[in-house]
């Protein structure tokens, strides 16, 4: 499903060059359970952004369902992100003024489903993440586990394949975060593809395949 | 995204910043309704004008004696030339199958006095076609009779302004009234007229045309009012009055003719032309506006970078993020030329009750103009910095917080 061959990514910083990607090379299949570790600066982050098609590879070739990703347009990548990939982050990301139910229905918008359509699987959505009595509230007025939820109901809105995850537990006390990862890993059963930046190894191990990156390079 | 998600994203983004948009609101108000305002002023004036001038009378020529070249200027006030334009000639033209009406004129200043009380007016020395000529009301009594146009008569026709001055609060008819050393009688008073392009027929006093020669003692007229039968012989009438010049005047066409359209397409050229130099001048506002607009839409962009990476994230494209922030800049002009145009028509509503002898008129092609307008300095304005935001690297739009 994800192929990744060959890929290098350099970024420049000032007058140094830094190899933030060297020759990684990663297959995955359908339904796994991935996580990624190492340390700060590895080259995680941008191993998830290549994957989200949020960075292009300086080289190498990205196959996404045997379509070759580095060949797309601006538009076509804005959608093959929208259909197939959802995205969760440390730091949530909601938009303040926009409450959480509007929040899930952002993707939807992007997409240009219909109104209708849009809050009947908001509601959905909602009663999935258990927040049902939350659908006005701003992120503001949610805890930090609720916020995380209504994030991973809007990365699940539009039933995207992939789920990925960087760092999702970061921010959040151990209880709320062990919520979280039991509503991915339950996600990750009815075989979405996972897969998960942390730092906390405990999290890290309960993943079926564990990659380690240190360097830019993959060492399993 | 359909156009009315893009249209409420938008509306949102704007509501969250109510002190910034009420501030750019102004500005482009302020930019809208100068320019309405003085369009409103310019198109007034021109509308005024002509219509001043269409009140003159249709289908009129006014023939003066001497050349001019040129069109569109200054008549000539007092003849320049050797040959004079007389009674004769108007007698000639009177002839002409084109014409209606011809009114010769002699115009002078004198003093007009009656038992003591003495004012010094305009007297015109015309004939009886004047009136259909000019449109004149009589308010009193009646006007010039139609008699012989040499035939000198002791009879005078006045204004409402010499009545009340010389003649306060009795009956007018039938007195006498001394023009320097001649005396009229006062047959009839016209209507109140106002100003009618300088020429103030309610101080004037009007007297048979050959009377006035004799007391001024002048055989040249000032000029001729000739009323043609319809637009069509207008234009014939002044070919062959120019001919009828020519024959009578030893070979020379020495008149300049005027015809009240070709005077009214003069106005009208001049004023339109004002009218929109005083409108682009009021238009820099509206770039100031503009630039107002840029500066706010920089900092709408700046201040949600991590929003736009995670519309990005979430599957935006460029382009969705350049109409979303189009439509904001949109938003915000628009609603300023709304409130412009509502400033506008506040600001002439007090001129009008100010001033309510002049019709203030606003036109709608200035309406739509004005809101187009704004419309556009928007998006002029808006596209530098909406393709900045649909250009962020959405790596790095995320890692901003």
């Known amino acids: 499903m994800i192929k990744l061959e060959n890929i290098h990514r350099y970024f420049q910083v000032g007058d140094q060059k830094i190899h933030a990607l060297n020759n990684i090379n990663l297959s995955i299949n359908k339904g796994e359970y991935i996580s990624i570790m190492g340390p700060s600066g590895s080259g995680k982050s941008t191993l998830l952004n290549v994957i989200a098609l949020l960075d292009q590879p300086s080289s190498g070739y990205y196959k996404l369902n045997g379509r070759d990703i580095t060949q797309l347009n601006d538009n076509q990548l804005a959608k093959v992100r929208r259909e197939n990939i959802g995205f969760v982050f440390q730091f949530f990301h909601l938009i303040p003024r926009y409450s959480a139910a509007e929040n899930i229905e952002l993707p939807m918008v992007l997409a240009g489903i219909a109104k209708q359509e849009r809050q009947h699987r908001v509601a959905e959505a909602l009663k999935s993440v258990n927040l049902e009595n939350r659908a006005h509230h701003r992120p503001n007025q949610l805890s930090g586990g609720q916020t995380q939820r209504v994030a991973i109901a809007r990365a699940m809105i539009m039933g995207p394949q992939i789920l990925l995850a960087d760092e999702p537990t970061g921010n959040l006390d151990s209880k709320s975060g062990l919520e979280i990862i039991n509503l991915l890993e339950n996600l990750n059963q009815q075989q979405v593809t996972l897969i998960m930046i942390t730092h906390d190894n405990a999290i890290g191990q309960r993943a079926q395949r564990k990659i380690r990156i240190i360097d830019g390079k993959t060492c399993n | ?401």
């Open chain 2, 1 to 401: 995204m359909t156009f009315n998600d893009t249209l409420s994203h938008s509306f949102s983004a704007i509501k969250t910043q109510p002190v910034r948009v009420i501030l750019i609101v102004l500005a482009m108000s302020i930019g809208i309704a100068s320019v309405t305002v003085l369009t409103a002023l310019g198109e007034s004036t021109r509308r005024y004008i002509i219509n001043e001038f269409e009140a003159l009378g249709s289908h009129l020529i006014i023939v003066l004696p001497g050349r001019s070249e040129t069109t569109g200027g200054q008549p000539p006030m007092f003849g320049e030339t050797p040959r004079d334009l007389t009674l004769d000639d108007a007698v000639a033209l009177a002839r002409n199958r084109h014409i209606v009406a011809i009114a010769p004129i002699n115009i002078g200043a004198a003093p007009v006095s009656t038992r003591g009380l003495e004012r010094e007016s305009t007297i015109i020395g015309s004939t009886a076609a004047l009136r259909q000529v000019r449109h004149l009301n009589i308010s009193q009594g009646r006007f010039l009779p139609p008699s012989e146009i040499n035939k000198a008569q002791a009879i005078c026709v006045i204004g409402q302004t010499i009545k009340n001055e010389l003649f306060p609060q009795q009956n007018v008819l039938g007195q006498w009234l001394r023009i320097n050393d001649h005396r009229f009688r006062v047959i009839g008073v016209l209507a109140s007229e106002g100003q009618s392009i300088g020429v103030d027929f309610d101080d004037m006093v009007i007297i048979p045309v050959a009377s006035a020669q004799a007391l001024f003692n002048s055989h040249s007229l000032f000029r001729i009012l000739i009323e043609a039968k319809s637009t069509q012989a207008m234009y014939k009438a002044v070919d062959e009055i120019t001919e009828i010049i020519k024959l009578r005047h030893d070979g020379e066409d020495d008149v300049t003719l005027i015809t009240q359209d070709s005077v009214v397409n003069t106005f009208d050229e001049i004023l339109t032309a004002l009218t929109f130099t005083v409108s682009s001048i009021a238009s820099i506002s509206l770039a100031v506006a503009g630039i107002l607009v840029m500066n706010v839409m920089w900092v709408s962009v700046s201040q949600r970078t991590a929003e736009i990476g995670l519309l990005k994230a979430l599957g935006a494209s460029k382009q969705h993020i350049l109409w979303l922030f189009l439509t904001e800049a949109a938003l915000l002009s628009i609603a300023g030329g709304i409130s412009g145009l509502a400033l506008g028509k506040v600001v002439l509503l007090v001129l009008q009750t100010s001033y309510p002898a002049f019709p203030f008129y606003l036109p709608n092609w200035a309406i739509y103009a004005a809101l187009g307008v704004s419309l556009i300095t928007a998006l002029i304005f808006g596209v530098l910095p909406a393709r900045k935001a649909a250009n962020l690297n959405p790596v790095i739009a995320l890692s901003k917080r």
